[in-house]
């Protein structure tokens, strides 16, 4: 295997490793289990340095890029979840900015009081 591929495969490793972290951290978050989050939040990090320092290097082809989007997809949903467990007012705030606008009313359509 060419060093280039290896790079590829090593930099994909890393991405599995924190989306594996991330679904770890969501099993405990569904639990409860905060002080663990932590835990492995604190080793995500470090995974997320080495990534930084690799994606420097390391130019992804067609193939590994879809794989390293659909492993972000993954992590991203895993903690957009957790922070809902974390943080329930962000889903209220979900809820009003994302939801479907009224269009405003125009003065025509108001009518006076009887």
Known sequence: MPPHDRDIDRLIGLY?????????????????????????????????????TLNQEVQLDGEAMRTKLQIMREILRNEAFIRRLNMPWTARIEREFLAPRKPPLDSASI???A
């Open 16 to 52: 599995r490793e924190i989306e594996s972290a991330s679904k770890s951290m969501l099993t405990w978050a569904l639990d409860g289990q905060w002080d663990q989050v932590s835990l492995e939040q604190d080793r995500c990090l470090a995974l997320i340095h080495s990534v930084r």
């Open 111 to 113: 009518q006076p009081a």
